[in-house]
């Protein structure tokens, strides 16, 4: 692992005359908003292109510079144009950055293979592993796309996209097999509400940021259960000791779990209102089954979707992930919500680090 570096001292050479975020969520539009207020500091006008899959969400973006369907009435700089067309907002671009629904990506990249220039660079924002193959998003990238891991940055952290849009302090990690294209990357998002840092545990970032959201999710239910505090910072801290478990198994740097992608994270993910797998788990927890918890929120809980692929990735590394296990049999409906605060901590007793 590479020691994390503050991106403020190398954003040197960072810049790029065309970047395309393929997503026009709440996250994929603060990022575009993110690098477009980064390039303002720098003194630089790329062109930044953001696609939405509903062309009036596109032409709102062009024209207004707005996305009220996700950041209300929040302003888009000028900087930003956006299509509908997926071929027109990756000709050209130095860097992609991808901000999809982590089981829809490998279909949409379909639409991308061949358009990439010979050193584009493509970043994932996606938090979430793909169910059927339990392949992580660098790993899903890099196999539709023919790329090389160090032409792959993945970005996460404590990211909670309303807070980011309005400009609230954050700080995140940048991680690619090759510490300049992570500096790189760094440099081009760095503001003075956004504050990027690097390092090369790919592996341990991204599996941070989906387990995450599973914790969330028990996180949420507690709260729909009327369990209090001592319940929920137990789970939150057992869950990091899930992750940890997983990643390391899997060749993931420990120190990864104790800065912003893992325990940075987990807490905002966790403790936010604006957390979409928290709300996920409270209604879960209020009684509603998984199909009308889909049915009653507006953007994707990526934790219900990914759910069943920590376990399965879990179960074939030999990992325990009771916490996991229970959030999922909840979801599947095997297991009655009411039954899961026991199961919530079933492990057989040990010592606390292991």
Request: charged share 20%.
């Amino acid at each position: 692992m590479t020691a994390p570096v503050d991106a403020a001292r190398t954003s040197s050479g960072a810049g790029a005359h065309r970047i395309a975020v393929l997503g026009a969520g709440s996250w994929g539009s603060t990022f575009a908003k993110v690098l477009a207020d980064a390039a303002a500091g720098r003194g630089e006008e790329p062109e930044i292109v953001l696609w939405a899959r509903r062309p009036e969400v596109a032409a709102e973006i062009a024209e207004h510079h707005t996305n009220t369907t996700y950041l209300g009435e929040i302003g888009l700089p000028e900087m930003i144009t956006a299509t509908a067309d997926v071929g027109e907002a990756v000709a050209g671009a130095d860097v992609v950055v991808l901000a999809l629904p982590a089981q829809s990506l490998r279909t949409q990249l379909d639409e991308v293979r061949g358009r990439l220039g010979a050193e584009t660079v493509v970043v994932s924002l996606i938090k979430g592993l793909e169910r059927g193959t339990d392949l992580r998003m660098s790993e899903v990238i890099a196999e539709q796309l023919a790329l090389p891991a160090e032409r792959i940055a993945v970005i996460s952290g404590p990211n909670l996209a309303m807070e980011i849009a309005r400009e609230e302090p954050t700080a995140s990690v940048v991680a690619c097999a090759d510490h300049a294209v992570a500096e790189r990357i760094a440099g081009l998002s760095n503001t003075g509400y956004f504050r990027p840092y690097t390092n090369s545990d790919v592996v341990g970032v991204e599996l941070a940021g989906i387990v995450k959201n599973v914790i969330a999710l028990a996180v949420g239910i507690c709260d729909g259960q009327g369990l209090g505090d001592n319940s929920k910072a137990s789970v939150i801290t057992r869950g990091l000791a899930e992750t940890t478990r997983l990643a390391h198994a899997l060749g993931g740097t420990l120190e990864t779990f104790s800065g912003l992608a893992g325990l940075g994270d987990l807490v905002a993910t966790c403790a936010s209102p604006l957390s979409r797998n928290r709300t996920a788990g409270r209604l879960l927890g209020d009684g509603l089954t998984a199909d009308e918890v889909v049915a009653e929120l507006t953007q994707t809980a990526e934790g219900m979707k990914s759910g069943s692929a920590v376990v399965d990735l879990a179960r074939r590394h030999g990992v325990e992930m009771p916490i996991s296990e229970a959030v999922v049999a909840v979801l599947d409906g095997t297991l009655s919500v009411d039954r899961i605060a026991p199961l919530l901590l079933a492990r057989d007793l040990k010592a606390e680090g292991k």
